[in-house]
Each structure stands twice: as C-alpha cells, then as structure tokens.
C-alpha cells in the first residue's frame, strides 16, 4: 500500500509541474500532460526510488530524475506532441522543478518504503534464526573416506 500512495504522491507532484509549464504557458492539451506525467512518473519511480535510492544516495537519484525528465520531456514534446516551441527549455524548467520535489519525496519514500522494507527483511532474519550463527545449518554431502579406497 505504501508503494501506491508514493506513486500517487509522485504522479500529483508530475502532473501539477508539466500541466503548470506545458499547459498553462505552452497551450498542451492535458491529454498529453497527463500522459507524460504517467511515464515519468512511474518510469523515474521504478528507477530513481526504489533502485538507485536505496543502494547510492538522495543526490544520485535526484541527478538521475533530473536527466529522465529532461530526457523524456524533450523526446514527448519533439517527437509525440509536435510542439512549436523549445522543447529542452521547457524541458529543463520542468526538470528542475521536479527536481527540486524529489530532494522532499525521496525523504518520504526513504522513510516510509525503503526502511519499512529493511525492517521487514531483518524481522524475517530474526524469524529463521539467522541473527545466531551458530544455530544455521549447512547442508552438503559428507565424503565417505571409505569410498575412495574401494575404488583404488
């Protein structure tokens, strides 16, 4: 459940920034707005959020978010929207802005999906017992000295 509200919390942030650029100053439709809200958002959330954050830092996937975007605005408005306009300006402001949302969101989704995920997978290893080395079992297959010598 948690993993739903952040993309929901993701996909207003996305949605509210491209509709106030595009929409407002650009005259896209918010056909197309919301269109791209829904790539980028859930795109840069499978990248940025739960792959790069957990495993580098807040400022790499931020850098990350900032380059999808950029990336993603400039190709929808160049090659799907067909706009008249500087497609990488705008795509940079909205970047930018996006950005700027992301440094407060990956608090939240660090907080609240990666930690509860640690937690989860440490109460599964206090469950089996693997907090007690010496209570983990290894398995293999014990070699019979005897055996060796029944084949010389």
């Known amino acids: 459940m948690n993993y739903v509200k952040a993309l929901l919390i993701k996909l207003f942030i996305c949605t509210a920034v491209i509709w106030f650029i595009l929409g407002l100053f650009y005259s896209v439709s918010f056909g197309h707005v919301l269109m791209l809200s829904i790539i980028i958002s859930v795109a840069s959330f499978v990248l940025g959020d739960l792959f790069i954050l957990p495993r580098i830092d807040n400022w790499a996937a931020v850098i990350a978010d900032f380059v999808f975007v950029v990336g993603a ?5 160049a090659y799907v929207i067909l706009v008249n306009f500087s497609p990488l300006s705008a795509a940079g402001m909205i970047a930018l802005i996006i950005a700027f949302g992301e440094l407060f969101f990956h608090r939240y989704v660090d907080k609240h999906i990666v930690h509860v995920d640690k937690r989860v997978a440490d109460n599964e290893d206090d469950y ?3 907090e007690h080395p010496e209570l983990r079992t290894e398995f293999a297959r014990d070699i019979d000295p005897s055996e060796d010598e029944r084949k010389e």
């Open 73 to 77: 605005v400039w190709f929808y408005s």
């Open 128 to 130: 089996i017992g693997l």
